[in-house]
Structures are given as structure tokens and as C-alpha cells.
């Protein structure tokens, strides 16, 4: 006579708990779109208009985006 799958096994009555404790995630450090989503957006436009304006240069994006930036945000 053939057994099904699963047919051998025994219940398991005695479940086991973790006993581990859940940690609370750290809080992420503020960005610029977490504080202001329009900002970084505008950046990025801004970044992407120098870009095509310098003749889409490779390995420049850091540099558009520092002077996107200190062009669109307030000095702090």
C-alpha cells in the first residue's frame, strides 16, 4: 500500500517561541527629498539642463548636481 506525502508525519504539539527581542530600527538621517521632495526634483532638472547645456559630458554628474544645487537651495 503507498503512503502519501506527508502521511508519517506526527503532529507537532509543543511549538517553539523565539525568544528573541525585536530591535527597533534606527531613524535614517533627513535627506534633501525626505525634507523638501520639490527640491530635489527641481534639482535634478536643473542638473540634467547643464548637462545637455555643457554637451552631455560623461562622468560629470556629481559636479551638475553640486551646482544645481547651489544654484536652487538656500545657502545655509
Do not use: F
Not at 535627506?31 to 560623461?58: F, K
Amino acid at each position: 500500500m503507498a503512503k502519501t506525502p506527508g502521511a508519517a508525519r506526527k503532529p507537532n504539539n509543543q511549538l517553539k517561541r523565539s525568544t528573541a527581542v525585536p530591535v527597533a530600527a534606527a531613524p535614517a538621517a533627513p535627506t534633501i527629498e525626505a525634507a523638501n521632495p520639490v527640491d530635489e526634483n527641481r534639482i535634478r532638472v536643473r542638473a540634467y539642463n547643464i548637462w545637455i547645456a555643457e554637451g552631455c559630458p560623461h562622468g560629470q554628474d556629481a559636479a551638475h548636481w553640486r551646482r544645481a544645487s547651489q544654484e536652487l537651495l538656500p545657502a545655509q
